[in-house]
């Protein structure tokens, strides 16, 4: 089932990014709640791409089983934006936002995707959404912190560091932050 597909998916993609650089920015993927996906750690690895080309093929069954199934959509696109390729990222993340426009982590990683655009203006608004749509996802709110950051903003950036802080973690029956890879199924 596309449940199934997309979870397998994100099971390759985590044991890729075991071999990638720490990055930056965090983008979210959407899993179900019972999903313990890892973070991020280590160095690039010659198999980081292999196992996230295996997660982009697994994704993309999820997705053929169901066109309009948004973690699937959203999951493709953290691999795309992974691998460098903003505009399949952009492309998936807007075809997860049409599927389920309340998706906390499709509006971050869509904002991951507008800074590698160097649209900095469309990824605080889209940063600003994921936080108000989800406030327990710490990601955002440090991601945010992040942007403030590199833009020369040290009040904002301190403020939502803050937040970051003081965001209590979420209950059991809700997506929870897992370092860079957080489940972030719609909070409807």
């Known amino acids: 089932s596309r449940e199934v597909l997309s979870t397998v998916g994100v099971a390759y993609h985590k044991e890729a990014l075991r071999y990638a650089r720490e990055p930056e920015f965090r983008h979210l993927l959407v899993v179900d709640a ?12 010659p198999v980081f791409k292999r196992f996230l080309d295996r997660a982009v ?14 973690p699937a959509l959203n999951n493709l696109a953290a691999a795309y934006l992974d691998l ?7 492309g998936y993340v807007n075809r997860a936002l049409r599927a ?10 869509r ?6 655009a160097g649209d900095v203006r469309r990824a605080e608004e889209d940063f600003l959404t994921a936080a108000r749509l989800a406030p327990g996802l ?17 009040e904002d950036a301190r403020r939502w560091a803050a937040r970051a802080q003081a965001t209590p973690p979420a209950p059991e029956a809700t997506p929870e932050s897992l370092g860079g890879v957080t489940p972030g199924i719609s909070q409807a």
């Open 100 to 109: 389920d426009p309340t998706l906390a982590s499709a509006y971050n990683n």
């Open 111 to 116: 904002a991951l995707a507008a800074i590698q």
């Open 34 to 45: 019972a999903t313990r996906a890892l973070g991020f750690r280590g160095v690039e690895h």
């Open 84 to 90: 460098g390729d903003r505009d399949l990222a952009r």
């Open 138 to 154: 710490r990601d955002v709110v440090l991601n945010l912190s992040r942007l403030y950051e590199k833009q020369g903003r040290p």
């Open 57 to 70: 093929q697994y994704y993309t069954q999820a997705v053929n089983a169901d066109p309009a199934y948004a």
